[in-house]
């Protein structure tokens, strides 16, 4: 919406002379807006329909690349539903008219007179105390989102964030030129003339400057916001095996039901002399108090062995019959404790009821909700063919160092034949963990990379919007000797600020959101709050130079100017 908008905002700048003259011979306000918003949806619809083709386009590379990343995609052609379609032209031609409203009005209300003047364009001031009063009501969303007892205290936070996110936009036009003039005062030492004139420039158009910085300052922003939380989500998961898991060893498997780990694994694993015990973890669907849910089947005795598990209520190692232990979090969310009954369903067994004999805490994340049944009774309810398990935690006998790596050769030696399945001590368990993330986290950034690009094209088209209004400006510079290569380095060194401005800001509230969420998360299993910071170096890295990148045409244009006709520009 922001480039739409700078994009309109260059067109009624490079066509206010004609604008005026239409409106000199008898054009009305409303005629001359109406023009605009036309061009607007016809623009919008175009532009559309072409999305929507590269859409299609993106959906077929997104599936070869989860395939070449290890998930298995569809093997029938995309499918394009109507309604994706109608959808994407409908979200992206209203917002192209929404963005060029504002353009749209100032090229209808400018004077006919005034307009056949050199006027700028960027005229109007920020208001000040309205962006102050949204990044308030956001940030009390976000507050009220980690303090009070809200059921949907996820949805405040978002709200929250949408609101500060759109409060700094306000309030661009403000901070633009302090920030310009901090970010931009070793300019003139260090480039001396061309420098000083890059900050001045940035300073002196602060809503242009703001316009184009919050674009970036929205991508940069959620970048930022997603690394956080999956750097923090990693060292959570990293964190919380390491407090959790009392095994040594991981046997674990790619396959899922008949292609898993046979029980046999496990049995003959807790043979071995150098093996203290592995428990097997088995794991089948069925509909539990009214959802689908994923059971898993353990032996509790083996199980407290290898994981670490903390009773609430009743002891988990005393399951039997057709009991269940359950989490604590389940056991709120539900109102359910020691003797409460649950209705069930299973392919094998029909409806049951199964009773809850337990209610435990661990900060190990279990698959699923966590519902914990015993072997036996998994037996009762699934068929032969998920009587299979999808991995095997292994406590040794020597745990030293030393006898660590003397048992691997042993439990590799009867996991090896089973095809799938993989030996894993806790340092690669961990790594496997957290990769899984990554490969999740790809898709993201692929996404995000495109916001980010947009940005820079916002960059290009403020920054040819600043050449033309400065066409007279830059011809007289160049009359009184000032060359083209200090032309192009003028206009870059410009763009350096505008894009650090939005780098670091988007950082700060990247920063501040990827926080909050963590806050929020601390019950879900995210309790360590990480920032990648060779990640976030690297990111203001990129934005300073693709600054410069997106300079370059705008700087080029600049410094080709005749000399002659820029000065004769009115």
Known sequence: SFIIYNTFSIIVAQRTRELALVRAIGASRGQVLRSVLLEALLVGLVASLVGVGAGILLAIGLNELLRSIGF?????????????????????????????????????????VAAMR????????????????????????LYAGLTAELDNDLQVLGAGAAAVFVGFAVLGPVTAPPLSRFLGWPLPRLRGVTGRLARENAVRSPRRTAS???????????????????????????????????????????????????????EDLSALPEVEVAAGFRAGFGTVDGDAQVVLAVDPEELVQVIDFTDV??????????????????????????????????????????????????????????????????????????QTDQAVYVALVDQSPEGIAAARPALEAVVDPVTGAEVQDLTEFKQAQTDQADQFLLIVYVLLALALVI?????????????????????????VGMSRRQVRASVRWESVIISLIGTLTGLGIGLVFGWALVQALVDDGITVFAVPVG????????????????????????????????????
Do not use: C, H
């Not at 031609?93 to 006919?112: E, S």
């Not at 102050?132 to 956001?138: E, K």
């Not at 940005?455 to 009359?479: I, K, M, P």
């Open 72 to 112: 298995a995609g569809p093997e029938t052609p995309i499918i394009v539903p109507p309604v994706a379609v109608v959808s994407s032209l409908l979200v992206g031609t209203g917002i192209t008219l929404v963005a060029a409203v504002f353009p749209a009005r100032k090229a209808a209300t400018v004077p006919p």
């Open 118 to 141: 050199d006027v700028a364009v960027d005229t109007s001031s920020a208001s000040r105390a309205r962006g102050l009063a949204i990044v308030v009501l956001g940030g009390a969303l």
């Open 212 to 266: 184009t910085a919050s674009a970036l300052m929205i991508g940069v922003g959620l970048v930022v916001f997603i690394a956080v939380i999956a750097d923090s989500l990693k060292a959570s998961t990293t964190d919380a095996i390491d407090a959790s898991v009392r095994g040594q060893y991981v046997v674990t498997t790619e396959g899922f039901g008949p292609t898993a780990l046979p029980v046999s694994v496990a």
């Open 313 to 386: 209520e009743g002891r988990l190692v005393d399951l039997e019959g057709n009991g269940v232990a359950i989490s604590a979090d389940q056991a709120e969310e539900r109102g359910l404790g020691v003797g409460s009954t649950l209705p069930a369903s299973f392919l094998l067994g029909g409806d049951t009821t199964l009773e809850v004999q337990a209610v435990y805490e661990t900060r190990f994340d279990l698959q699923g909700a966590g519902w914990l049944i015993s072997q036996e009774l998994y037996e009762s309810l699934f068929p032969p063919q998920q």
């Open 455 to 479: 940005a820079v094209v916002g960059v290009v088209n403020t920054l040819l919007l600043s050449v033309y209004e400065r066409t007279r400006e830059l011809g007289l510079l160049r009359a």
């Open 535 to 570: 990640q976030l170096v690297v990111m203001v890295a990129v934005a300073a130079l693709a600054g410069v990148g997106a300079a370059l045409y705008p700087a080029s244009r600049a410094a080709r100017l005749d000399v002659l006709t820029a000065i004769a520009t009115e």
